[in-house]
């Protein structure tokens, strides 16, 4: 798999944040945005020794509401298992689909309802879910903000950290640059899938992913 830009930064600020751990042994704070169980594995794994995790669960694009439910469950029940090595929290964040509707501005544009993944639906779905992810690690004062959904082969890493970058504006709460498909992110959250016997979907969350599933 091809080098990543964004990895590579990630890369440079773990091994300073290892060479650096105070005496009191005290780690940044994350605000980790999540989408599902599944593509939160490895990177809890992969970034729990470095930082102090609180998952954020924010996902009105999901659809329908019993998938949203199924997804959140299907998290936490991993952090259940997984959560106390790791000590992680999660937050739930109201879901509001109407707020993904006018997010995407799908009644302006309704073409975006037949756009294939990695278009402007999805980027502007990966940025108001990273602006609320945001507003909240800034409201409770994180260190860090990150997304989980670099993960996924079908996502745009490089819009995702243009945009969580340009959100932060250089000041706290940072933005994480990650491509965690990387390093074999993918692959190992696949293998924590099965051994956790975590749900995985079938499509990506929203009414026009699932309806591509059905075509
Ligand atoms: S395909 Fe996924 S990322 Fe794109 S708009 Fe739908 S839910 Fe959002």
Known sequence: ?????????????????????????????????????PCSSYVLEYLSQYFAITVFYYNPNIYPQEEYNRRLNELKNFYTKFAPAANVN???????????????????????????????????CYKFRLQKAYEYAAAHNYDYYCTTLSISPFKDAEKINVLGTEIAKNSAPLWLPSDFKKHGGFQRSLELSTEYGLYRQQYCGCIYSSKRLQD
């Open 1 to 37: 798999m091809s080098s990543s830009p964004y990895q590579k930064q990630l890369d440079e600020l773990l091994k300073k944040l290892a060479s650096s751990k105070s005496a009191a042994n005290t780690k940044p704070s994350l605000l980790l945005h999540a989408c599902c169980g």
């Open 90 to 124: 999660v937050v739930e964040e109201a879901y509001n689909p109407e707020d993904f509707y006018n997010a995407i501005q799908i009644h302006e544009h309704p073409e975006r309802a037949s756009e294939p993944e990695k278009g402007e639906r999805c980027r502007l």
